[in-house]
């Protein structure tokens, strides 16, 4: 029966969104995870199958002829487009995590944060010299956690590095902290901090 199913879902006529739509189906939460943050929530937009598939679409087209083997998601909502984007365009999925996570050997980058010192690691043998690696995440805020991935991928040794958040926060100058660490930073949507 599930498979029945299963090809029943390959005959649905998707609507075409664009990415402006997509911007309207992510909802702004006050106040979370702490007073006097504006939290994006993604998961109105991901439970949307027309915005979900936009999302994927639109990263497919903007990576597919970048030559990228690999994609990089940062844990742990870069976990959730990336596979789907990774199986188009015929690159590797690997996850970027917090420390304790991984079960073989890891190379890690520490950094600072607003409150205290975060941690990132990646498996030791999950990227190599011969890999072009697209790091994915769902939002650039202050671009510290991006400007980590991206060392971790340089440390491993990987001979290009591409960025992109689905959502930029435009204000709090990620975009300028990462400039010049990385081969492109590219974000779908651009949104204003209060918005
Ligand atoms: P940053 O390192 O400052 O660029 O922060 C980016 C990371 O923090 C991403 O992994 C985001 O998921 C998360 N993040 C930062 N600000 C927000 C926000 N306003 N809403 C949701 N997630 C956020």
């Not at 917090?98 to 890690?108: D, S």
Request: net charge neutral; glycine share 6%; proline share 4%.
């Amino acid at each position: 029966m599930f498979h029945v199913e299963h090809n029943k879902r390959n005959y649905i006529n998707y609507n075409v969104m664009n990415i402006e739509q997509v911007k309207n189906q992510i909802r702004n939460v006050p106040d979370f995870p702490i007073k006097g943050i504006q939290f994006k929530d993604i998961t109105t937009a991901l439970a949307d199958p027309e915005c979900l598939k936009c999302l994927r679409d639109e990263l497919v087209k903007r990576y597919k002829n970048k030559g990228i083997t690999k994609i990089l998601g940062i844990e742990s909502r870069g976990f959730i487009i990336a596979p789907a984007v990774a199986m188009e365009i015929g690159a590797g999925f690997v996850p970027i995590r917090k420390p304790g996570k991984l079960p073989a050997e890891t190379i890690e980058v520490s950094y600072q944060k607003e409150y205290g010192v975060d941690t990132i690691q990646m498996h030791k043998d999950a990227v190599n010299e011969n890999d072009i690696v697209l790091i994915h995440d769902d939002i650039l805020a202050t671009g510290g956690s991006m400007a980590a991935a991206i060392d971790l991928a340089k440390k491993a040794g990987a001979k290009k590095i591409y960025t992109n958040c689905l959502i930029e926060l435009v204000g709090l100058n990620g975009r300028k902290f990462l400039e010049n660490k990385t081969e492109e930073i590219d974000c779908l949507l651009q949104m204003e901090v209060n918005e």
